[in-house]
T-cell receptor, first 111, second 112 residues
Framework: NAGVTQTPKFQVLKTGQSMTLQCAQD?????MSWYRQDPGMGLRLIHY???????DQGEVPNGYNVSRSTTEDFPLRLLSAAPSQTSVYFC??????????FGPGTRLTVL | DAKTTQPPSMDCAEGRAANLPCNHS???????VYWYRQIHSQGPQYIIH???NNETNEMASLIITEDRKSSTLILPHATLRDTAVYYC?????????????FGTGTKLQVIP
């Protein structure tokens, strides 16, 4: 199993640009989530999904959209990038009652 | 939702046991204690979890006090590869991870 994969690994955007961070898992997990981690900080939950077609907001959802059309994929869209969205983004998946598996992260810089 | 308090940093000599404390005084009866670690800038890695009994696996042991207000993660023989940030989190038995808060954790430095 590949586990949780994320693409791209690095990305530089200009203010106002949009992009999609990809996340996929091959463990048939129902629960997936997106976090951001700013320098020296812990992880903050952006959005999560408890199954295909079901998404909800986390702690810091503004400026981000998600969708869950399949169990495997959970893309995160930045609608209009801002410098405040410069961060490392982690995707994770889990069973509802089990441990989380995290991807390797996407390092995003917004100029 | 219960929050956790951890010391910001700790040192441990290589080969010795590393004991990482966590305070979760507002934990409720239906919340697990989970431990994760993050090595350098990689994604966090699950270590262990427990509800009220002590737990042990191939990576670590988890000791939860009888009142469940605090816990200790024990790495029995720390190696340089255990240098990482360790996060103690509390998660409801039901409801998934949407109510989980990852704080700033404890930065463990294993010293040769």
């Amino acid at each position: 199993n590949a586990g949780v994969t994320q693409t791209p690994k690095f990305q530089v955007l200009k203010t106002g640009q949009s992009m999609t961070l990809q996340c996929a898992q091959d463990m048939n997990h129902e629960y997936m989530s997106w976090y951001r981690q700013d320098p020296g900080m812990g992880l903050r939950l952006i959005h999560y999904s408890v199954g295909a077609g079901i998404t909800d907001q986390g702690e810091v959802p503004n400026g981000y959209n998600v969708s869950r059309s399949t169990t495997e994929d959970f893309p995160l869209r930045l609608l209009s990038a801002a410098p405040s969205q410069t961060s490392v983004y982690f995707c994770a998946s889990s069973d509802l009652t089990d441990k989380q598996f995290f991807g390797p992260g996407t390092r995003l810089t917004v100029l | 939702d219960a929050k956790t308090t951890q010391p910001p940093s700790m040192d441990c000599a290589e080969g010795r046991a590393a004991n990482l404390p966590c305070n979760h005084s507002t934990i409720s009866g239906n919340e697990y204690v989970y431990w994760y670690r993050q090595i350098h800038s990689q994604g966090p890695q699950y270590i262990i979890h427990g509800l009220k009994n002590n737990e042990t696996n191939e990576m670590a042991s988890l000791i939860i006090t009888e009142d469940r207000k605090s816990s200790t993660l024990i790495l029995p023989h720390a190696t340089l590869r255990d240098t990482a940030v360790y996060y103690c989190i509390v998660r409801p038995v039901s409801g998934g991870y949407q109510k989980v808060t990852f704080g700033t954790g404890t930065k463990l430095q294993v010293i040769p």
